[in-house]
């Protein structure tokens, strides 16, 4: 951190707007995030509300893929990577006894950056999850479980004569919402997203936008992103990540249209990320 | 002058004029405004030059070296008396190679025969005569290839298409090389298992169960008159394959998962090496720890629950041989896990899989035809394996699936019925060269089938 960051940095105090929400899904206060003894999260609290979109944005290596990650402890995979803070799911602790990362996952699933179907046929991709979860305990409620997630993520009609094909014979905007179908199937309670259209034409990208429009009414959903017009058109709530600090949150009307910190509004109009 | 020298002499002229080409490429470009108003770089012109130089140069040495020789030795004919020539044909290289001799050495003794003098002086004047003139030619042709490529030098000269086409012709010849010997090494087998096919039916090779290919050296003496049945060699490989790939297959891929998946940079960076210690390990230290320590093992074990075990039995030498290839089972394969991408593994275990479940369902499935590939690399290896089984398996050719018996396999044979002194047109030592080809063909198809595996599902997960 050269010395015009590290003023940025200390002139961050707290974070504007309230972090809090009533009844909320999933509730973060004071997280810090260290990989290795470099500190990448530095005392963010957010809560996580039922049937809405918060997106999270920022300047590139803010802090908000390594927050969001935080959420289904992902970070756990990571060697180097130390969380501490209170986190909790429905008032149960992450890290919790009751809580281990298997359940965890399965109530808080994951869409990546860029699409990761696994090297099986489309109908394998989708039945993983239930399999591994023992979701289905005969072939045709599995059967069920994948068309159920395959239409509810908007796939099914253009892959339903193949679904024996591999996933990765699929275009890139299919891919994704294989990936969301495969989310889908474990009937999570939480769905993040991590750039889930960064890797995507504007179509596919459209297409996606409108099924996480969909998703919001049975789901809580976290969605990182770095278009801002994307964060607009499908969030609720946002949350602005600066340097590892979590600068403001509000509704995405008032973030958009009048940030109350003057690092949301200069990145809001462009003047840098 | 020697050949070597005169090549190293050619080589310095083509460094010569490849130096004066580039010269004259930058003194074009200067008069033209630079080197971007010449077609290619002053260094394509140099090389250009240069190997206008060297490659006709080359072809002239190599041309006269291969031709020398036979013309050279007509003329030697005409000065070999006629009464030589009546005694036939072995009678004139003798002659010819005592002339040849005299005038290597250039020992003229009395009882020398005059005539063979003079034709062993005639011999080295025409050599010398001979290298004079290679070295006039070739050198002359040297700098006139040069000199011609040298004023072709313009702007618009096209010089770097020509650098670029022989650069491509040198990578064909080098690619060519390996696959010529393949198709060399086949025809020699095949010519050699063809004489034998003709003393020996291809039916009774392929389809006889007994291997005993003793023959008579003389047919007044006592012996057998040799049976070739190649079943319990490729019986005997078999299992002692199937063995070795069992232990093998199970332990070099769990500790492929484990190096790839679970163990800690640390770890890895100190067991990864050490595994592949066993891969250096010669073959023939493996062959005295079969023979040594393992076989007198297995038998001391077998026997206390009752088992009759022969001292070298097929046990042995597979478990060994398995060990043996272990490092190449687990190397490959953890390349293969390794290059699994990281965003597969997040995928799942974002699911809420658990590592053994991603590992099992995911990353094993994604890098399998990697994994089947070096496990039949590894199978050729293990059918081609020769001195653990001669030292631990010993040399009768049982027919037998029994693991505790003593087998024998084809390479062994073929070392055996090569070793010592052997004739080279009887059916026993020809034997081994059909042996070699079954063997060629069985290992080929074997590695036909990784090839095609590996290159069907590769990159399937991008």
Redesign the interface.
């Known amino acids: 951190m050269n010395d015009s960051h590290q003023d940025v940095f200390d002139n961050i105090k707290g974070t504007v707007g309230d972090v809090t929400v009533d009844n909320p899904k999933m509730r973060l206060s004071n997280v810090d995030v260290f990989y290795g003894e470099k500190q990448a999260i530095f005392d963010v609290s957010l809560d996580i509300a039922n049937n809405e979109v918060i997106a999270m944005i920022g300047p590139s290596g803010c802090g908000k893929s390594t927050f969001l990650r935080c959420l ?1 402890r ?1 970070n756990d ?1 990571i ?1 180097t990577c130390k969380v501490t803070g209170e986190m909790s799911l429905d008032g149960e602790d992450l890290y919790g006894p009751n809580l281990d ?6 109530r808080v ?2 869409v ?1 950056q ?1 699409p ?5 046929s489309i109908y394998d991709n989708v039945a ?2 239930p399999r ?2 023992g979701l289905a305990s005969n072939r045709a409620e599995l059967d069920e479980i994948v068309v159920g997630s395959l239409q509810k993520a908007g796939l099914y009609d253009e892959v339903k004569d193949r679904l024996d094909a ?1 996933g ?1 014979s699929l275009s890139g905007g299919q891919q994704q919402r294989l ?1 969301i179908a ?2 889908i199937a ?1 009937s999570p309670e939480v769905i993040l997203m991590d750039e889930p259209c960064s890797a995507l034409d504007p179509i596919a990208t459209a297409k996606i936008e409108e099924l996480i429009d969909e998703l919001r009414q049975n789901y809580a959903i976290a969605i990182v992103t770095h278009s801002m017009q994307q964060a607009a058109r499908v969030s609720q709530r946002t949350a602005y990540f600066h340097l590892g600090k979590l600068v403001e949150v509000g509704s995405t009307n008032h973030i958009f249209t009048n940030p109350s910190h003057e690092l949301t509004e200069n990145y809001i109009t462009g003047r840098f990320g | 002058m020697s050949t070597t020298s005169l090549l190293l002499l050619a080589l310095c002229l083509a460094f010569v004029s490849f130096i004066f080409g580039r010269q004259k490429a930058y003194a074009v470009a200067r008069a033209h405004g630079g080197t971007r108003a010449l077609h290619s770089l002053p260094g394509h012109y140099g090389l250009m030059v240069g190997l206008w130089c060297a490659l006709p140069a080359l072809a002239i040495i190599i041309g006269w070296k291969i031709f020398e020789g036979p013309i050279v030795s007509s003329l030697l004919d005409s000065s070999i008396p006629q009464a030589i020539h009546d005694k036939g044909d072995k009678a004139v290289e003798l002659y010819k190679n005592e002339i040849n001799n005299l005038a290597a050495s250039g020992k003229i003794s009395e009882e020398s025969d005059a005539a063979k003098v003079g034709a062993a002086n005639r011999l080295n004047s025409v050599r010398s005569y001979s290298a004079i003139a290679l070295m006039i030619f070739s050198l002359a042709v040297a700098v006139i290839g040069a000199a011609l490529a040298y004023r072709k030098i313009k702007t618009d000269t096209q010089a770097r298409p020509i650098v670029e086409g022989i650069v491509r012709f040198f990578l064909v010849a080098s690619a060519s090389i390996a696959i010529l010997t393949t198709v060399g090494i086949l025809f020699s087998v095949l010519f050699e298992s063809a004489r034998f096919f003709q003393q020996v039916s291809i039916v009774e090779f392929v389809t006889g169960t007994k291997w005993s290919p003793q023959t008579a050296i003389r047919a007044d003496q006592a012996g057998s008159s040799g049976s070739f049945g190649a079943i319990p060699l490729f019986l005997g490989t078999l299992l002692i394959s199937l063995i070795a790939m069992l232990v093998a297959v199970p332990f070099g891929l769990m500790s492929a998962i484990y190096l790839a998946e679970y163990a ?1 940079p640390r770890t890895r960076a100190i067991v990864k090496p050490l595994l592949e210690i066993l891969a250096g390990i010669p073959t023939v230290v493996y062959g005295f720890f079969a023979a040594l320590t393992v076989a007198p093992l297995i038998r001391k074990l077998g026997e206390s629950i009752g088992l009759s075990v022969s001292s070298e039995s097929a046990l042995a030498a597979g478990m060994v041989m398995g060990i043996m290839i272990i490092p190449f089972v687990s190397s490959l394969s953890d390349d293969v896990i390794t290059a699994v ?1 990281q ?12 590592k053994s ?1 991603t590992v099992r ?2 990353v094993f ?2 890098a399998l035809p990697g994994i089947v590939g070096g496990v039949l690399l590894a199978a050729s290896r293990a059918i081609g394996e020769t001195m653990i089984v001669v030292m631990a398996a010993g040399l009768a050719a049982n027919l037998t699936i029994n693991p505790l018996e003593a087998v024998t396999t084809v390479t062994v044979q073929i070392v055996t019925l090569l070793t010592g002194d052997q004739e080279f047109d009887s059916a026993k030592t020809l034997a081994a060269f059909a042996l070699g080809l079954m063997l060629f063909i069985t290992t080929l198809i074997l590695n036909v089938i990784a090839l095609h595996v590996v290159r069907k599902y590769r990159e ?3």
């Open positions: 289904n992902m995979t060697p990362t298997v359940l965890l996952r399965a699933g994951m990546f860029k990761n179907p696994f090297a099986k993983y999850g591994i979860h591999p990765t990936c495969r989310t474990v | 800690s991408p965003a597969m593994r997040d995928g799942s275990s974002g699911l809420g899989a658990t479940e369902k995911v499935p994604a399937q997960y991008d």
